[in-house]
């Protein structure tokens, strides 16, 4: 592939990596934070919206190590489509479950924990590809760009969490989380990971 074909789509990948990591970053804080007022509003119980919480911050504490370690040795672009189609099956099942049964503490307590794994693999394996999806030169742009976006998700998502929560239905929210996860999906495919990969064995 000549040079001048590479840098064009090293522009492509600063896009789309910007706006999948956006929606991957940002939709897991959202929704951590919209179903934490949720079950503090069906429950009444602090504990029981803290233990949600804990369910979103310990698995990502607890599998990071492991998250670097798999994202070195396997395909990252395989890990970070894996990871986001996972989030998508698990918000859809969440959604099943709350058409059919009605929300439990359990199951938002399993997909929360689910979440937080699926995105902890996809955020690691995400910032590692970074030398391999764009030309040395836009690495520290590509840095920076992944730095807003994890900045925009930890400062934005608890306002854009609570404005949502209180502006749509439970259901809608999670149609919309499931949407967004879709078209991250989409994104992360017509990636080429290795476009400026130097990774050694």
């Given at each position: 592939m000549d040079e001048s074909r590479k840098l064009k789509i090293a522009t492509y990948h600063?896009?789309?990596f910007t706006i999948s990591k956006i929606i991957s970053s940002f939709g897991a804080q959202v929704y951590a934070f919209a179903i934490s007022f949720h079950i503090l509003q069906i429950t009444g119980s602090a504990t029981s919206f803290a233990a949600n919480l804990l369910c979103n911050i310990l698995p990502r504490t607890l599998i990071s190590p492991f998250a670097g370690y798999v994202a070195d040795k396997y395909s990252r672009k395989k890990i970070v489509i894996f990871a986001?189609?996972?989030?998508?099956?698990?918000?859809?099942?969440?959604?099943?479950?709350?058409?059919?049964?009605?929300?439990?503490?359990?199951?938002?307590?399993?997909t929360t924990c689910i979440l937080a794994i699926a995105s902890s693999f996809s955020s690691v394996t995400f910032t590692s590809s970074i030398t391999g999806l764009v030309d040395e030169a836009r690495i520290q742009r590509a840095m920076s760009l992944n730095q807003i976006a994890m900045s925009f998700a930890a400062i934005g998502s608890p306002a854009a969490g609570g404005l949502l929560?209180?502006?749509?239905?439970?259901?809608?929210?999670?149609?919309i989380y499931i949407a967004a996860s879709i078209i991250a999906v989409f994104l992360e495919s017509?990636?080429?990971?290795?476009?400026?990969?130097?990774?050694?064995?």
């Open positions: 600063l896009f789309t986001q189609i996972t989030t998508t099956l698990a918000i859809s099942g969440l959604l099943y479950v709350s058409l059919t049964y009605g929300l439990s503490l359990t199951a938002i307590y399993i929560y209180g502006a749509v239905s439970m259901e809608i929210f999670l149609v017509t990636m080429n990971f290795n476009l400026f990969a130097k990774r050694k064995t």
